[in-house]
């Protein structure tokens, strides 16, 4: 069992006992059917709950009402468990014990398959754009996901394609002048390379465009569209604005199809905050190379939690740490000097917390610490299903690194004042 669960003996002839210790919060808990734990043959049964005790109870204290229950107390020789803050930390940590246990297995047991990519074959002679939830790691910054699904993947890449002229056909191509083609080609959506009717170099250019829109989400087409579309303007060619115009609005519509977590798969970083278990703390997971990280606790100590909601147009509203201000000694101007100061020093101590915080849950590149390919389909896959559900039901928020890799920190403490502020609204309901 992992050093971080606590444990308690459980005796069947007095079940009570042991039960009273559990507390009544979320966890995530294993029990045990025979001394030795892990050497037992015995499998363990593993589970969470929002009720950790009253879960047991139901599981453990035999009831006259209700006399068909399994009953497991008999067999039962020890319970471990460990409080979580969140249904995200209670996925995660539940197949990190399944998969210890059970390895493989525990994918099929906590029912989670590896999402939808997009995969750009760039190591084809004619690249083409295929969908695939086995992505290659070898050939990593060629594939783009994860998606929601495999349908809403077929859909992005129909109307990416759509404005491009790469092939479509699943042949590997010798070119021949004697080919017959295809219906794309017959409807000038295809460059027709497999009866050269184009050349190589030619068809090389268009396969670059599309990994370039695949890898910004269309934002590489968009930039250059609208600097056609504000030459044309500045021409006073309108008509030819307004074609372009068009054009943009088609990309616009195809890069609606496609969520934010859609990145090439080598460069799929992510940072998710959830609520802790702790009051005064939230939790921070860390997705990178594959695996997630996490929890590490970013402390809210001393931190003046901003009301988003106010409508207040204070140009303080970047979360703070309290600290005191010297009295003003002198006139207004060094009075508001002395709260300037003390902003940006308190500010200063949030951004520091964070750094320390991104610093534990990161590995030295070094770090021969690659994760098997079941943690890898795991974490993957929840992550995935996190993201993907509504809005309104999705606790938490994600963010992601800029072009440069540089991680928004500011917005991330903003983003764990809004954790913490709705985690005091729901105490205050209570």
Known sequence: MRADFQSIAFDPAE?????????REAAVFAIYFA???????????????PNLRGRLERLLIPSAKHPRRLQLAERVRRIAWRVTGSEFESLLLQFGLLEDVFGAKALERMHLRMPSFVRFLGGNPYPRVTVTNRPSLREAEWVYGPFASRASAERYVDEALKLFLLRRCVDDLNPDPSHPGCVYSEMKMCLAPC???CSDERYAEESEAVEKFLATRGESRLVTLKTQREEASGRLAFEEA???HTQVQKVESVRALVAELVRPLSELRAIVLQESAQADEVAIFLFENGRLRGPVAFS??????QNEQSGSSSLFAQPVAIEAVPEETGDREQGAGFRAEAQKAARGVLEERMQAVMAELSVPADTPNAPNSTVRQGHMALLKRWYYRPEVKRSGEIFFPDADG???VKAMLRGVGRVAAKRLAVAKTV
């Open 15 to 23: 079940p009570r006992v042991a039960l009273s210790q559990l507390p």
């Open 35 to 49: 001394e030795g734990g892990e050497a037992a043959n015995a499998e363990p049964y593993i589970g969470r709950t």
């Open 195 to 197: 009866y050269k009717g």
């Open 242 to 244: 307004a074609a372009i």
């Open 300 to 305: 809210t100590l001393g931190m003046r939690i």
């Open 406 to 408: 540089v991680w928004p």
